[in-house]
């Protein structure tokens, strides 16, 4: 691994663990505000970071809402929301929502 690529790493796990501490509210906002970003490489990888992090606050409160009420059918809360149809004259759908 070179200089270069050890960088890229550490500036990584700084990100995720910087985007790790945001509020639910905050994180919401910071991907409601990448929305319609042009495609450049810093917006997309960016995303995926906070998509992950996302999905993954997403299927802790459903872990807990399952674990809350074992008999109710549970639907995956990060796909209902990847899936969720927007408001009339709204292109995207807030994370947060789903977040609580």
Not at 10 to 31: H, K
Not at 68 to 79: A, S, V, Y
Not at 82 to 90: I, Q, Y
Request: glycine letters at 4%.
């Amino acid at each position: 691994m070179n200089a270069q690529q050890i960088k890229a790493e550490q500036s990584e796990i700084i990100a995720r663990a910087s985007i790790g501490r945001l509020s639910n509210e905050r994180l919401a906002e910071t991907w409601m505000l990448t929305n319609g970003q042009p495609a450049e490489r810093k917006v997309t990888i960016l995303r995926g970071w906070l998509l992950d992090e996302i999905e993954t606050r997403m299927e802790r409160a459903t872990s807990v809402w399952g674990d809350l009420f074992p008999n109710e059918m549970q639907r995956d809360r990060f796909d209902e929301w990847l899936t969720a149809d927007s408001a009339p004259g709204n292109d995207f759908i807030s994370p947060l929502p789903y977040l609580s």
